[in-house]
């Protein structure tokens, strides 16, 4: 995204990486809003390529799953669409590249800096020399770890799971996991669907996480004789106060995406922020001081999302939550519009609790209120309260 608008612009601009087109372990899933900043990069409806166009899997519905319980919730055409990675990632770099900004299909080996100046040598012996590097490789990055200290196993997940041949299935599936917190997904692609389970790294193992995909796998009728190709990957999860302390930005260098801890800490989805990131990084690169305004717009608006999602977290994976959710969900419209919302985007976590009143569901509701405020026991009002309603408006702000 990023090199798209710059070299569009007139910048030359190098992109390196030596190992496109992959496979990633990931979802694939890609929610409206992103689907939305890819359409306004390429012209193309929903897609980065029109020349093959992208294959994608429709979702019809969203199954959640907590213990025994169980909701289907159908999803609106156009909200959610998944791809699997390499033909979605191919298709950015083509557009990057018919723009204008050359690839170099290399391996990053070392990054240095002299006289403003940086010198990124590659393992065929080839370098390339630029005023400016934007790290968009990921959490364990060669540019973080040279620019920035590398996350900690507290601040990251662990996302481990299978790629499972099987026909399309235009279901997706979220299972909450009590121990450790975190979710297990099922995400439809064509010809296949990847199915994983992600949990903060400092509670659990790579070892653990395949064992509950596993075992979740060994009982989902689909994917009964399917084959199994295993994959797991560090995602960053930053705590509220991690987020806080992050520099995405400094002289002469920006982190883009995961590199910049820029994932929600709830769902785990980084694809928007990614592309968000490379289009504020892009237009960063056109004013005086790229460095300082592109840490302001990422503050501004991606880190105090991730932020939001964060404050919540804690309490979003307490099973009597998880439960409680699920059983809303299975005869509440209203819970239905919110996660819809949610899966595409359009719900922001700011105004969520405020939403979630408008409901009608008071218990879910109330719920999600505690959360935030677990650390403050003494100041907590019944529903409806008074001060209740004064605090949700000064945590919330206005309702969007």
């Given at each position: 995204m ?18 496109h087109p ?16 890819i ?33 289907t ?32 299909r ?13 010198t ?32 900690s ?6 996302a ?13 599936v979220?299972r909450?996991?009590?121990?450790p ?8 692609r064509?010809?296949?669907f ?16 395949h064992?509950?995909t ?9 994917a009964?004789s ?12 930053l705590?509220a106060?991690?987020?806080d302390a ?6 002469g ?11 929600d ?17 892009a ?31 804690a ?7 998880t ?11 209203g ?7 949610l899966?595409?985007?359009?719900q922001p976590?700011?105004?969520l ?12 509701a ?19 309260s008074?001060?209740?309603?004064a ?7 206005p309702?969007?």
């Open positions: 990023a090199a798209a608008a710059l070299a569009s612009g007139g910048a030359r601009v190098a992109m390196a990486d030596g190992s992959r496979e990633k372990p990931c979802g694939g899933g890609v929610t409206r809003r992103a689907l939305e900043l359409r306004a990069l390429s012209g193309i409806d929903g897609h980065p390529s029109p020349d093959p166009p992208v294959p994608f899997a429709p979702v019809g519905r969203v199954r959640f799953e907590a213990g025994a319980r169980a909701a919730v159908p999803l609106p055409a156009g909200d959610l669409d998944v791809f699997a990675r390499e033909p979605f990632d191919a298709a950015l770099v083509a557009t990057a590249v018919a723009r204008g900004a050359s690839l170099i290399a391996r990053a080996t070392s990054i240095s800096r002299d006289a403003g100046m940086w990124v040598a590659f393992a065929d012996g080839r370098s390339a020399t630029a005023p400016w590097i934007l790290g968009a490789d990921g959490a364990a990055g060669i540019v973080r770890k040279t620019v920035a200290r590398p996350f196993r507290s601040q990251l997940s662990i481990a799971g299978s790629y499972v041949d099987a026909p399309d299935i235009p279901e997706i979220i909450f996991v009590d121990r917190r975190g979710y297990l997904w099922s995400f439809p064509p010809g296949h990847a199915v994983g389970t992600c949990a903060q790294a400092d509670e659990t193992s790579t070892r653990e996480m064992a509950i596993d075992a979740w796998l060994d009982r989902y009728a689909p009964a399917g084959h199994r190709r295993r994959y797991a990957w560090p995602i960053p999860s705590s106060g991690d987020v992050e520099r995405p930005a400094g002289n260098w920006l982190l883009l995406g995961d590199a910049a801890g820029l994932v800490p709830i769902t785990r989805e980084g694809i928007f922020f990614a592309l968000r990131s490379g289009q504020l990084a237009a960063a690169l056109t004013t005086a001081n790229p460095a300082r305004q592109y840490a302001a717009a990422v503050r501004d608006e991606l880190y105090a999302e991730v932020r939001r999602a964060a404050r919540l977290k309490g979003f994976f307490r099973p009597r939550f439960s409680l959710l699920v059983d809303a969900l299975q005869h509440s419209a819970i239905r519009d919110v996660m819809i919302d899966v595409a985007g359009r976590y700011r105004g609790k405020r939403r979630l009143l408008r409901t009608l569901e008071v218990g879910l109330w719920q999600a209120l505690r959360q935030d405020w677990a650390r403050e026991p003494r100041q907590l009002s019944a529903p409806g008074r001060r209740a309603r605090r949700s408006r000064r945590d919330d702000g309702a969007r």
